[in-house]
Each structure stands twice: as C-alpha cells, then as structure tokens.
C-alpha cells in the first residue's frame, strides 16, 4: 500500500512540473490581446491556451467587481483576453462583456 501511495505522489508532482513547463506564470512583462483557443482549470489554478506556442498560467486573480464572476466561473473557448506589458490587470471578453481582474504577485 505504502508503495502504491509514493507512485501516486510521484506521478501527480512530474504531471505538475512538467504542466508548469508547459504553462509558465504570466509575468508583469507579458503583452496579450488573444482569443483562448483551450483551458483547463486545476485546483484554482487556470492554465490557458492562446495558440501552440503561446499558453500561460493564471494563479492569483480577483474580480475587481466584488462579488463578480470569478475566472474560473466565465472562462471559454473563444473569449478575448488583454493585457498591457507592466500591468496586473487582465481584461476579459465574454459573451459581450468585459470583466476586469487583478493578478496578484506578478513578477
């Protein structure tokens, strides 16, 4: 049994370095203004596809409407993200509107 459970650990941390690798953080550097191609959505976390090459990792990020939709709510194929080089703020276009978020600890 014991044996079975560091299997599963061990698989679960390669999955997770390696999706890491794949979908780096968005930094505070990063320029966007792409239509999401796929999305997977993993403990919070919401890994997004813009094109093969392009693909980032969103952790951290709150509505600035309080009590608005979280990303994770609104989130489809097809809906415009932009953001500006050295801004924290990431706009969405879904379904017609826009909702504004903050992410927290760019770098």
Do not use: C, W
């Not at 968005?26 to 090459?53: C, M, W």
């Amino acid at each position: 049994m014991g044996i079975g459970f560091v299997a599963i650990v061990s698989f679960l941390m390669v999955t997770s370095y390696v999706r890491s690798k794949e979908y780096p953080d968005l930094s505070i550097n990063v320029s966007l203004r792409d239509k999401v191609q796929d999305y997977t959505i993993d403990h919070g976390a919401v890994f997004i596809k813009f094109s093969p090459e392009k693909k980032y990792r969103i952790f951290e990020i709150s509505n600035l409407d309080v009590g608005g939709p979280t990303l994770q709510d609104i989130i489809t194929v097809g809906d415009l993200v932009v953001k500006r080089s050295d801004s924290d703020t990431l706009t969405i276009t879904h379904d017609g509107k826009e909702y504004l978020y903050i992410i927290k600890g760019l770098k």
